[in-house]
């Protein structure tokens, strides 16, 4: 984030745009900056427009100061990470970060349909209707999941709307990935809001981040259905142990395949606490359920057959006019390096293929001109697009998500890079 640091400080200082300075309404000339959406006490959200298009974003602008005083800075690091790779139809996208000597900056997809808990305060939902968020917010859960992420603060003031009323998970703020699973298997940071906190977390033993969501999944569904939570005390000791307990009561209105689910939700022990597959498999759950469709649009994988570049790919290819250096910087949070090769594109893949095996890279996808390998316990994802400069030459373009995180970054510099530097051209010397 550096990089965008630098570069936008100087187009601030020549437009002397922020939001608490909106004489002429625009952030770094690229966003128009309107109403005050909501804050708290780290930051504030803007409705915006961007400049080029008219689409409307949300626009998080976050205090430095405030984040230094409150020794806050990994934890708005490890946001950023976290959203930057997720992107899945239920879940806000974080569209670009960018910052000033003062601010972060925050450009969100923009959920028109605001939150869904003032849907539900001015009514319990419909059990079709309960069934159909649900439907999304397990996708999105299960989708996060499976990339190591947890989220440990859901609740319908963090889930909104969309135009089309379609569920949106957001505020990853208090998230963690697996990196900060400790030797035992478990985390153990305290987080969350009191009337939706799983009863393991009381205990102050750790816990499983996955376990955690699934309890408040089933919070949320309580209240679709129900129209109030389902543990709720004034005391906060008496609602703990309401929780702890598993003290509550289902709505007259409950059909019988709801209780069964949700009483498999709350379950207090999360060892036997319904999984994601299972809720998937239950009878209630399936009603009407049909598998949501998405793919990592910075990692689509295409057969572009025998293609040969023309001079304006290799321009846009190009950070500079050297395209004979071995890799590039990262380009976004999608980590992306070229290379030329003079190797055919089948012994480029298999070699891949076998140095991805060394670090438990499993091929899940390739092609005549491409591949794409995941592993990493879902956090390590990458893809390989081949096209061909000369009759020669091939350019082999490599992008990967890593979260950010040091471990799986060392993975990629310390062992799979090296292994691949065979495969990289070498022009003969002229001297």
Same mark, same amino acid.
């Given at each position: 984030?550096?990089?965008?640091?630098?570069?936008?400080?100087?187009?601030?200082?020549?437009?002397?745009?922020?939001?608490?300075?909106?004489?002429?309404?625009?952030?770094?000339?690229?966003?128009?900056?309107?109403?005050?959406?909501?804050?708290?006490?780290?930051?504030?959200?803007?409705?915006?427009?961007?400049?080029?298009?008219?689409?409307?974003?949300?626009?998080?602008?976050?205090?430095?100061?405030?984040?230094?005083?409150?020794?806050?800075?990994?934890?708005?690091?490890?946001?950023?990470?976290?959203?930057?790779?997720?992107?899945?139809?239920?879940?806000?996208?974080?569209?670009?970060?960018?910052?000033?000597?003062?601010?972060?900056?925050?450009?969100?997809?923009?959920?028109?349909?605001?939150?869904?808990?003032?849907?539900?305060?001015?009514?319990?939902?419909?059990?079709?209707?309960?069934?159909?968020?649900?439907?999304?917010?397990?996708?999105?859960?299960?989708?996060?999941?499976? &990339?190591?992420?947890?989220?440990?603060?859901?609740?319908?003031?963090?889930? #909104?709307?969309?135009?089309?009323?379609?569920?949106?998970?957001?505020?990853?703020?208090?998230?963690?990935?697996?990196?900060?699973?400790?030797?035992?298997?478990?985390?153990?940071?305290?987080?969350?809001?009191?009337?939706?906190?799983?009863?393991?977390?009381?205990?102050?033993?750790?816990?499983?981040?996955?376990?955690?969501?699934?309890?408040?999944?089933?919070?949320?569904?309580?209240?679709?259905?129900?129209?109030?939570?389902?543990?709720?005390?004034?005391?906060?000791?008496?609602?703990?142990?309401?929780?702890?307990?598993?003290?509550?009561?289902?709505?007259?209105?409950?059909?019988?395949?709801?209780?069964?689910?949700?009483?498999? #939700?709350?379950?207090?022990?999360?060892?036997?606490?319904?999984?994601?597959?299972?809720?998937?498999?239950?009878?209630?759950?399936?009603?009407?359920?049909?598998?949501?469709?998405?793919?990592?649009?910075?990692?689509?994988?295409?057969?572009?057959?025998?293609?040969?570049?023309?001079?304006?790919?290799?321009?846009?290819?190009?950070?500079?006019?050297?395209?004979?250096? #071995?890799?590039?910087?990262?380009?976004?949070?999608?980590? &992306?390096?070229?290379? #030329?090769?003079?190797?055919?594109?089948?012994?480029?893949?298999?070699?891949?293929?076998?140095?991805?095996?060394?670090?438990?890279? &499993?091929?899940?996808?390739?092609?005549?001109?491409?591949?794409?390998?995941?592993?990493?316990?879902?956090?390590?994802?990458?893809?390989?697009?081949?096209?061909?400069?000369?009759?020669?030459?091939?350019?082999?373009?490599?992008? &990967?998500?890593?979260?950010?995180?040091?471990?799986?970054?060392?993975?990629?510099?310390?062992?799979?890079?090296?292994?691949?530097?065979?495969?990289?051209?070498?022009?003969?010397?002229?001297?």
């Amino acid at each position: 984030m550096q990089e965008v640091t630098e570069q936008n400080e100087s187009i601030v200082r020549e437009t002397s745009t922020t939001p608490e300075s909106r004489s002429e309404g625009y952030l770094f000339g690229k966003y128009e900056v309107g109403k005050l959406l909501g804050c708290g006490a780290f930051a504030k959200v803007y409705h915006g427009r961007i400049v080029r298009t008219g689409q409307s974003v949300a626009i998080k602008v976050i205090s430095k100061q405030k984040v230094v005083k409150g020794n806050l800075t990994a934890h708005i690091k490890r946001e950023i990470s976290i959203m930057q790779r997720l992107n899945h139809p239920h879940i806000v996208r974080l569209q670009e970060v960018m910052a000033t000597k003062s601010k972060i900056y925050f450009v969100l997809e923009f959920a028109k349909g605001g939150e869904l808990f003032t849907k539900i305060a001015k009514g319990r939902f419909s059990e079709d209707l309960s069934r159909k968020y649900f439907h999304q917010l397990i996708s999105a859960i299960g989708y996060c999941h499976a &990339r190591g992420v947890y989220h440990r603060d859901l609740k319908p003031e963090n889930i #909104l709307l969309d135009e089309n009323w379609n569920l949106k998970v957001t505020d990853f703020g208090l998230s963690a990935i697996s990196d900060q699973v400790r030797s035992d298997g478990l985390l153990h940071t305290l987080c969350g809001t009191p009337a939706y906190v799983a009863p393991e977390l009381l205990a102050k033993k750790g816990y499983k981040g996955d376990k955690l969501d699934i309890w408040s999944c089933g919070i949320v569904l309580f209240v679709l259905n129900a129209g109030y939570l389902p543990f709720n005390h004034p005391n906060l000791m008496v609602l703990y142990q309401k929780i702890y307990k598993g003290d509550f009561r289902f709505p007259k209105w409950t059909s019988p395949d709801l209780k069964r689910l949700l009483l498999q #939700l709350l379950d207090t022990n999360p060892e036997t606490r319904i999984t994601v597959d299972k809720i998937i498999d239950d009878p209630w759950f399936r009603k009407g359920y049909k598998d949501i469709k998405f793919h990592g649009e910075h990692m689509e994988l295409k057969d572009q057959g025998d293609k040969y570049l023309n001079a304006f790919d290799i321009i846009s290819y190009s950070s500079g006019t050297n395209l004979s250096g #071995l890799f590039d910087k990262s380009d976004g949070w999608v980590s &992306r390096e070229r290379f #030329l090769s003079a190797e055919s594109p089948k012994k480029i893949i298999e070699t891949i293929e076998e140095v991805g095996k060394t670090v438990n890279l &499993r091929m899940v996808k390739k092609n005549r001109w491409g591949a794409k390998l995941e592993g990493q316990n879902g956090i390590f994802s990458m893809t390989v697009r081949i096209s061909r400069l000369t009759q020669n030459l091939v350019v082999v373009e490599i992008d &990967r998500i890593t979260g950010g995180t040091a471990t799986i970054a060392d993975i990629w510099k310390d062992r799979l890079r090296p292994q691949l530097s065979c495969l990289i051209y070498q022009p003969a010397s002229t001297s």
